[in-house]
C-alpha cells in the first residue's frame, strides 16, 4: 500500500500525466455526448428525407393514373400497374407511422422493406411497361 501512495503522488505532481489523464476521461466523454446529441439528428434527416419521397410518390400516383387514363387503359389493367406501386407507398407510409423510441430497432428493417418493394415495382415496370404507359417514377435519393 505504501508503494501505490507513493506511485500516485508522483503521477499527480506530473502535470504531463494529469493533462494525459484529463483527456482520457475527457475524450470519452465528448464523443459518447456527440454521439448521443446527433443520434437524433440523424433520425430526424431520415424522416424528413423519407417524408419528401412520400409526396413525391403521391405526386407520381396522381400524375401516373391520370397517364394510364390519358392513353385509355382498362381498370383492370390500371390495377394491374399500380399494385405494386401501391405497396412501395404503403411500406413508406407504414415506415411514416414509426415515429418514436420505441420503434428504433424496426426502422431499419423498414427501410430494407421499402428498397425491396421499390425493386419489385422496377422490376415490375421494367416487365411490362409498354409505349402506352408512364415508366418514370421519381428522381433516385440517397438516404444519409
Known amino acids: 500500500m505504501p508503494n501505490f501512495k507513493l506511485e500516485l503522488t508522483k503521477i499527480l505532481k506530473s502535470k504531463k500525466m494529469v493533462v494525459v489523464l484529463l483527456l482520457c476521461v475527457l475524450l470519452p466523454t465528448f464523443l459518447l455526448y456527440w454521439n448521443q446529441t446527433n443520434s437524433d439528428r440523424y433520425g430526424v434527416n431520415l424522416f424528413s428525407k423519407m417524408n419528401s419521397v412520400h409526396i413525391e410518390i403521391l405526386n407520381t400516383r396522381t400524375a401516373y393514373r391520370e397517364r394510364m387514363k390519358e392513353v385509355e387503359l382498362t381498370p383492370e389493367e390500371i390495377d ?59 428522381e433516385p435519393y440517397v438516404l444519409g
Not at 426502422?107 to 409498354?130: G, K, L, M
Open 80 to 138: 394491374f400497374h399500380m399494385t405494386p406501386f401501391n405497396e412501395m407507398l404503403e411500406e413508406v407510409e407504414v415506415f411514416n407511422q414509426m415515429r418514436g423510441y420505441q420503434y428504433r430497432y424496426e426502422i431499419p428493417e423498414q427501410i430494407v422493406a421499402f428498397y425491396q418493394s421499390y425493386q419489385d415495382y422496377a422490376e415490375h415496370r421494367a416487365i411490362h411497361a409498354n409505349g402506352r404507359q408512364f415508366f418514370y417514377i421519381h
